[in-house]
């Protein structure tokens, strides 16, 4: 079996206590390798923060797993609980496979308790080899899939508190030959590691303009649409130049496409990306704060970041059981919007109470099942019609 270790938030203790102390603690880990290893395995430091080790199968149970990743080190400024060692674990089922795709099986099975207070220890199984063949497969295949038009636009209509139909949010799918229709969240957060998100991305916004461009001097020429901008988007190009080439390109009013960012935007790089949000404001594009409130910096996306639109989840909600907890959050959130000058639109919105309830706090728009679900352009075409007739 294949172990490979790795410090818990090794940069901050590096930043925060000095070079020193860090190494200190790799030298800790060393000695500690050296003395309690068996004779007939292989250990070593593969750089940085990263140890490995190989040992037999019969060798490798929880209690050896615990021991030989754990320190019991002497230091001065650091207390012991702030050095957790995360480790992966690969069970070498097949001998012929190269030994650093073994590594790499054990590196990846870190990354299942990276995040994780409780478990240290993450084993590479079944399940990841599944979802790793699966992402291998489906990277392949992304590029003639968006060439064969694979990738469609459903579009989740928008209403105003009168229930008139004002927009639409355009969500991915993926008509993917022989399987029928997949939904995003089987591929989107695969295609996010690498460049394939933003081809697939600048592909819907396209498709978006041509649909914004068919409406025009129909019944739906009000109608705006909201795209999806992830945040590694602003990594393979200037989106300013890029949203604003395509309403030159189809010769559209550029509030007719609304542009959804979430919170992630603001983990990196932030003076940049909102000198591209002020630009692509000040062209006329309306910026939108998707899934306000679920992420873990919301306070600094509405301080730092220049919004028009606030976009809540009613479904981050859903899991707190407090009714009367859920209805001061909604409301204070809603108050703060409306201070900060800014249209909120409630989305996930399941129930007529639910309605009723944001309509009285003052909620100006609603997405969600209870309105309308995401469904194709042709279906939608067919229903905006009788909506705006009605
Ligand atoms: P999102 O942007 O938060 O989109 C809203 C999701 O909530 C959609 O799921 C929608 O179908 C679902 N939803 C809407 N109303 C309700 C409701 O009343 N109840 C419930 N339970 N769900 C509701 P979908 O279409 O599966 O999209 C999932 C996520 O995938 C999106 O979340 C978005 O983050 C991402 N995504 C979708 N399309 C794109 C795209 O073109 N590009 C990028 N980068 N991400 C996309
Ligand atoms: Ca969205
Ligand atoms: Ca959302």
New binding site residues.
């Given amino acids: 079996m294949i172990a490979v270790s790795d410090i818990r938030g090794f940069k901050f203790i590096n930043e925060m206590y000095g070079k020193e102390s860090a190494d200190d603690i790799l030298i800790n880990i060393a000695d500690h390798l050296r003395e309690f290893m068996p004779d007939d395995c292989i250990y070593g430091r593969l750089g940085g923060d990263r140890f490995g080790i190989m040992v037999k199968k019969d060798k490798m149970n929880n209690s050896f797993i615990d021991n030989i990743f754990m320190l019991h080190g002497n230091y001065d400024t650091i207390s012991d609980s702030h050095i957790i060692q995360h480790v992966g674990i690969y069970s070498v089922d097949n001998r012929k496979i190269p030994v650093s795709v073994m590594y790499d099986r054990a590196v990846l099975a870190i990354g299942r308790v990276k995040d994780d207070y409780e478990n240290r220890v993450g084993v590479y199984d079944e399940e990841m080899r599944k979802n790793q063949i699966w992402a291998q497969e489906i990277t392949i295949e992304a590029d003639i899939a968006i060439k064969n038009n694979e990738f469609i636009p459903?579009l989740?209509a928008q209403f105003d508190s009168n229930g008139h139909m004002t927009g639409a949010?355009?969500?991915?799918r993926w008509n993917r030959r022989g399987e029928g229709i997949l939904?995003?969240?089987r591929f989107?957060q695969i295609f996010e590691r690498n460049s394939l998100?933003f081809r697939?991305?600048r592909y819907?916004w396209e498709k978006t303009c041509q649909i914004l461009k068919s409406w025009e001097s129909t019944n739906l020429s009000d109608i705006y649409l909201s795209?999806?901008?992830?945040g590694k988007d602003f990594y393979f190009a200037d989106l300013y130049e890029e949203f604003t080439g395509l309403v030159d390109k189809y010769k559209l009013n550029p509030a007719k496409l609304r542009l959804?960012i979430t919170e992630t935007v603001v983990l990196e790089d932030i003076d940049e990306k909102i000198s591209i949000i002020n630009r692509l404001r000040n062209a006329g594009f309306i910026i939108e704060m998707?899934?306000f409130g679920s992420g873990y910096s919301s306070l600094n996306v509405l301080k730092d970041l220049p919004l028009d639109v606030l976009k809540i989840?009613m479904?981050f909600l859903s899991k707190t059981k407090d009714i009367h907890k859920k209805k001061i959050i909604i409301n204070s959130i809603i108050s703060l919007a409306k201070n900060l000058n800014l249209t909120i639109i409630c989305?996930?919105?399941?129930d007529k109470d639910q309605v009723q309830y944001l309509k009285k706090i003052g909620c100006d728009f609603f997405?969600?099942?209870?309105f309308a679900?995401?469904i194709s352009l042709d279906n939608f075409n067919e229903f905006a019609i009788k909506n705006l007739s009605s």
Avoid: A, R
């Fill in positions: 459903f989740q949010e355009v969500l991915i939904s995003p969240d989107i998100i697939i991305d819907m795209v999806n901008i992830s959804e998707d899934d989840d479904l989305e996930g919105v399941e997405q969600g099942y209870y679900k995401p």
